[in-house]
């Protein structure tokens, strides 16, 4: 059973140094030999993805598509700039007409008020002139007034009537 085991060991070594051999021969196969098959640099790398020209976009969109930005490409916006625009100048219509509403309200509110106020004050105002012309309290000042040469007249009035010609 001992044999079977330390067999199995020198197997799986085996294996193990065959495979190590493999990936190490892959590995040189794979390593450039001169400097122009080296990797980008970082410099070559941002050059490339900052140029001007874009692949063409795909016919269908996808909400990740939209969501990663794939959507705002230079070719893509250069094409919408005047719907951008556009939109942009119907944006700043909408904000100053509401504010110039709201404004004309705020105004409307304060008229209102000061029409309330008016005639609050104009019925205050009738109601006192009421009570002050009223007979009685003429009549009242009349004798309170001693200066006066008004007098309470005795007999009702009577009305005079004049024949037409």
């Known amino acids: 059973m001992k044999q079977d085991i330390q067999e199995q060991n020198d197997k799986d070594t085996l294996d193990n140094r065959e495979k190590l051999k493999l990936d190490q021969s892959a590995s040189e196969a794979n390593l ?6 080296e990797l980008p640099t970082l410099q070559e790398v941002i050059k490339e993805q900052a ?20 959507i ?14 556009l939109i942009t100048f119907f944006i700043i219509i909408y904000i100053s007409n509401r504010y110039s509403v709201q404004r004309n309200l705020i105004i409307i509110d304060k008229l209102q008020q000061e ?27 009349l004798k309170n007034n001693q200066d006066s040469v008004l007098k309470i007249a005795n007999q009702p009035p009577y009305i005079i009537t004049v024949p037409s010609e």
């Open 72 to 85: 705002l490409t230079t070719s893509t916006i250069r094409k919408q700039i005047w719907v951008l625009l």
């Open 115 to 141: 029409l309330k106020d008016a005639r609050y004050k104009a019925l205050s105002t009738s109601s006192q002139l009421t009570e002050k012309s009223r007979e009685s309290n003429v009549l009242e000042l």
């Open 32 to 37: 450039p030999s001169s400097k122009e098959e």
């Open 51 to 70: 140029r001007e020209e874009e692949a063409p976009l795909s016919k269908n969109f996808t909400l990740r598509k939209i969501l990663g930005g794939d």
